[in-house]
Nanobody, 120 residues
Framework: QVQLVDSGGGLVQPGGSLKLSCAAS????????MNWYRQAPGKQRALVAG???????TYTDSVKGRFTISRDNSKNAVYLQMNSLKPEDTAVYLC??????????????WGLGTQVTVSS
């Protein structure tokens, strides 16, 4: 079975920084896109940033210039460096990846989420 474990959340003051990490493990054949989503109370889950297997990145407008997504294929990991954090960034952040197992069947996998709280 493939698993995603996300971590790195916490409480930070406005203007501060956090780095989220997510590592995939299990019977992995190939990892395609890797993404970070977030969900705040009363709001829909939304894509924050994504990175393709070739390294092309995508960001939602509200985090452009502040967040950086990266991946380390040798470690089956994706990271989200978050700088200049704002209270509106407060949410549960969830790692997501499209992964094919050794059966070659691709599907979405999700981490359990890590809480990011930006407050003074």
């Amino acid at each position: 079975q493939v698993q995603l474990v996300d971590s790195g959340g916490g409480l930070v003051q406005p203007g501060g920084s956090l780095k989220l990490s997510c590592a995939a493990s299990g019977s992995i054949f190939s990892i395609y896109g890797m993404n970070w989503y977030r969900q705040a109370p009363g709001k829909q889950r939304a894509l924050v940033a994504g990175i393709t297997s070739s390294g092309t990145t995508t960001y939602t407008d509200s985090v452009k210039g502040r967040f950086t997504i990266s991946r380390d294929n040798s470690k089956n990991a994706v990271y989200l460096q978050m700088n200049s954090l704002k209270p509106e960034d407060t949410a549960v952040y969830l790692c997501n990846a499209v992964i094919s197992s050794t059966t070659r069947v691709a599907r979405n996998y999700w981490g359990l989420g890590t809480q990011v709280t930006v407050s003074s």
